[in-house]
Each structure stands twice: as structure tokens, then as C-alpha cells.
């Protein structure tokens, strides 16, 4: 008995590895989703250890060094690797502590979205009926609008600043998981181990939540993935506009919009760094989610 | 007289179709007034083609989905779902098991888990004992304690019915309905099912109700023998005097339809060929 016990630990084991490394198999073919990942795991300790990384404090203002250049154009300074911006404060450490607001802003917006999205889709598509209606017209509206206006207008009811910026992309984003879900649901409770679970005594919660919902997480983690580098774009954009962080945060968005004025100058690194701070993560996330896309979608796998 | 384990009166089930914008609703009658009397320990086979109705017949006898009209007893007790909430006590003794093995386990589910839920769900018993009683019901269908912690995947198509029969005998039921639970694996792996089937019928007295379109199958396992043909009972008896004196000509023609493979009806089947060429 003792044996089998063994037996069955190490099948299970070899089991979820191998599960494992069929998937990094797929994934890795994706040249671009591995240098994704990369650099996602690069922005994540970045994040982390900012204080540690970073040469001076992101408020921190040095009134002899305003508008220095990077240190690799005439005029740079060895103290400023990427230059300073028009109070003196260093460009290189506003985006480390930035990529802190960036991925904190992604994971709550996502998790928001995600959590309400899974509840309502799951329960509009296993009821069918009004309440799937009533849930997918309210949807529909939501997804009439320009998702960045309507985030607007939310702020602006909601009241400007970084959680109201947070709250109402989430709600913008919400629709998206909503429709994945529901049909995702709809096609797996059709399925005859449902109807088994059924059979067995399970009720409506247990039956959507812990016998339908697992079968439904791949489409919903590609997405998720994909509207967390949205939700960093959003964010920054609504920054930018001053409805998102509030200065002196070092929020990329609202970097940029402090540089607004810099644009037409001389001094491009003030409006250049952020941008492009936001465009690289951006896309190292939006390559990942190609990469998981490729891995956990069955119909795309070449066997 | 035994004990009557299940009784159908008249039973009718429905289905509304269409109803859209220009097309004009229309009701369907899959299943159309159908008497039965199963006794305990016994095998009643429903035998029809695609869409005549068994299946739908069989979703009703799980309480899975309500009649239309007409009575269903379980053990002398009437039951609608339609009506009623379906008690603990009806669900542990009515269980199903399905055509498909590959659609009818969670593919996220381990067999210990898939076979504990039925007996988490109704019973008041601890995780230890849950544990302890899936293995050996592992063992009484023929599977080994140590596939207790695998997943669906890692099984064969008949080693999945195997876990699906173990599952529906979890919570001890006296009725099983079986729809077509051969017909999608290969033949000797049909014949280990069926005989699995047979002696967990010894052993626990099970009533089944055998849905099947496969009459040599039918002919094994069956007691009494029910023809449906488009949501009608068209034959219903004993499985000696359906198969020895079929009286509706639709059962002839399914008689008929059944390939044989005796050395006499290939001997006459190759000289009938010799004599047309």
C-alpha cells in the first residue's frame, strides 16, 4: 500500500511537469514572447528593488541640474544617467519608481476586471434566460462607448486621481471578460461530465464555480494578459490628460504630461524616456499574452 | 411478486421549437406516452434508433430533466422535478452513466476527486473514509488504488467507463441508467464493460435500464426489452418473446438489420452471391 502511495505521488508529479514543459515547449517556439517575458521579469525586479536601484529619490529636486541632458549627449552629467527634467529631479529614477505605479496599476485593474467579469459571465451564461439579457445588454452599452471617454467621464465622476483612475478602466475593461466567459460556459455545460457533476448532488455555485469555471481559464488568461498592458496604456493616457496620478507622482503618464511643453523644443529626452518606458512595456506584455495565446490554445497548437 | 424499483405512466415529454420572428412555434413530441414497470435486480433495454426518443427517456429517469406529463415512481414513490426539488434521498438512488467516456469525466478533475463528490455532496462522511471508499470501489471495477490520484486523460476510453461506472455506484444507488455505455468502445473492450456490469449487478442487486441501438448487446445483458420508434413504444416484453416472435414490423426490420456473423449466415450469404452472379 505503501508503494502505491508512492506510485501515485510521483504520477501526479511527473504529471504537472510534464503539463509544464508541453507548455514552455509551445511557448518558447515564440521567439518574441520569451524576450517579452524577459523583460517583464526585468520590469518586475526593477519595480521591486526600486529604492535600491534607483541613484535619487523620485521627488528629489536638484536645483544646480535642471534640464540636464542624458549622459551620452554633450552637456550630460555622470550623476544623471538620463538626464533631469525642469525642476532638477533625474529622469532615470522617475522610471524606476514609474514602472512601480505601471505594474501596480496593471495588476489591480486586471484583477478588478477579471473577478467581476468571471461572476457575471459565469452567471449569465449558466442562467441563461433574462439575467444572461439583462447582463449583456448593460455590457453592450458599456461597449458603446470609446473606452477612453467613458473612463474619462467616470473620473470625472468618481473624482481625479490614481484609484478612480484605476476603478473606472476596470469597469471599462469589464464587458471583455464578461463575453469570454459566458462563452466559454455556455459551451462547457453542455458537456456530459456537468451533467454528471449534476447527477452527483452538485447545485448551481458548486457546478459554475468549481466544475465548469476551471475548463474556461485559458481564453480568460490570454485576455487578462493582453488588458493589463491596455490598463498601463490607459492609465498613462489618462495621466497624461491629468485625470490619472496626480504630480509629483512619477506615474509615466503624468511625466509626460508635465514635459508637454518640451515637446516642440530641444530637450526631448524629458518627453522621449517616458514614452518610451511605456511603449516597451507595453509590448513585452502584449508579446507574452501572443506567446500564452499560442501555448494554451489547443486549436492553435501544431501537434 | 419482487418489488416494482421504477414505473413510468404515460410518460410525455415536450419540446418547444422555433417561435422566432416569421417561423410559428411548434411542439415537438420526443417521448409520447410511455408505460414501464422495471423490478429490482432486473435489466429493462430500451431499443430504438437515433432520435427515437430513448435517450430523452433516460434523462428523465435521472431526473436530469422533467416530463411533460404522466407519473414517474422510484420505489413505489412518485417523483416530478418539475414540481419538486429533488431530495438528496432520490439522487443517491438513481444514477447515470454515459455513451461518451471522454465528455463524461472534468478533464481537471483527479479520479479521487470525481469519485469523492458524490459522497461529499450527500454524505456526512470524512475525508479519510471518502478516501478509503473510492479505492475500493477502484478496485471493484477493476482499476487499481494507485489511479486514485491520476487525471482523465492519463486513462483509456475503457478504462474511463470503468472510473464512470465506479462513480454512479458511489452512493450505493438501486437504479442505474446506462446509455449506451458500450457503443463508443472497441468490441473487447465492450465485453470486459458488459461483464464488469453484470457482476456488479450480482453483487449489489442494481436495477439497470439499458439504453442501447446494439442488439446483440442487448440480447446478452437484457431481461425485459422495450422498442421505441419515434417517441413510441411500439414492442415491450420479456427478451425471449421479443426476439423470438417480434410482433411490430419495425422490430422485424431491426431484427433484420443486424449483422451476423454465425458460420451458417456467412455460408448462406455466400451462396445467395454465388447464385446472383
Known sequence: ?303 | MSDIVLEGRNIVREYHVGGGLFGKAKTVQAVKGVNFTVEKGKTLAIVGESGCGKSTLGRILTLIDPQTSGELLIDGKPINIAKDKVTTEMRRKVQIIFQNPYGSLNPRQKIGEVLGEPLLLNTNKTAAERRELAMQMLVKVGLGPEHYNRYPHMFSGGQRQRIAIARALMLSPSLLVLDEPVSALDLSVQAQVLNLLADLQDEFNLTYVFISHDLSVVRYIADDVMVMYYGEVVEYGTRDEVFSNPQHSYTKTLFAATPKSDVESIRARIAKKKAAA
Not at chain 1, 12 to 21: E, G, H, I, M, N
Not at chain 1, 68 to 75: D, T
Not at chain 1, 143 to 170: E, H, N
Not at chain 1, 192 to 203: H, R, T
Open chain 1, 1 to 303: 500500500m505503501a508503494q502505491t502511495n508512492i506510485q501515485s505521488g510521483t504520477s501526479t508529479d511527473a504529471s504537472l511537469r510534464r503539463q509544464l514543459a508541453e507548455f514552455w515547449y509551445y511557448f518558447s517556439e515564440n521567439r518574441g514572447a520569451v524576450l517579452g517575458l524577459a523583460v517583464f521579469i526585468l520590469l518586475i525586479i526593477i519595480a521591486i528593488f526600486a529604492p535600491w536601484i534607483a541613484p535619487h529619490g523620485p521627488a528629489d529636486q536638484y536645483r544646480d541640474a535642471v534640464l540636464l541632458p542624458p549622459i551620452f549627449q554633450e552637456g550630460g552629467r555622470a550623476g544623471y544617467l538620463l538626464g533631469t527634467d525642469a525642476v532638477g529631479r533625474d529622469i532615470l529614477s522617475r522610471l524606476i519608481y514609474g514602472a512601480r505605479y505601471s505594474l501596480f496599476i496593471g495588476i489591480v485593474v486586471t484583477c478588478i476586471a477579471l473577478v467581476g467579469g468571471i461572476f457575471l459571465g459565469v452567471i449569465a451564461g449558466y442562467f441563461r434566460g433574462w439575467v444572461d439579457t439583462v447582463i449583456m445588454r448593460l455590457m453592450d452599452v458599456i461597449l458603446a462607448f470609446p473606452s477612453l471617454l467613458l473612463a474619462l467621464v467616470l473620473v470625472a465622476i468618481i473624482g481625479p486621481g490614481l484609484t478612480g483612475a484605476m476603478i473606472s478602466i476596470a469597469l471599462v475593461y469589464q464587458p471583455h471578460f464578461v463575453r469570454l466567459t459566458r462563452a466559454a460556459v455556455m459551451a462547457e455545460k453542455t458537456r456530459d461530465y456537468v451533467v454528471a457533476a449534476k447527477v452527483a448532488g452538485a447545485g448551481p455555485l458548486r457546478l459554475m464555480f468549481k466544475t465548469i469555471l476551471p475548463n474556461c481559464m485559458a481564453p480568460l488568461i490570454v485576455q487578462a494578459t493582453l488588458s493589463f498592458s491596455n490598463a498601463i496604456l490607459d492609465a498613462a493616457a489618462l495621466g497624461f490628460l491629468g485625470y490619472g496620478a496626480q504630480p509629483p507622482a512619477s506615474e509615466w503618464g503624468t511625466m509626460l504630461a508635465d514635459a508637454r511643453e518640451f515637446i516642440a523644443s530641444g530637450q526631448w529626452w524629458v518627453v522621449t524616456l517616458p514614452g518610451l518606458a511605456i511603449l516597451i512595456t507595453v509590448l513585452a506584455i502584449n508579446l507574452v499574452g501572443d506567446g500564452l495565446r499560442d501555448a494554451l490554445d489547443p486549436k492553435l497548437k501544431r501537434s
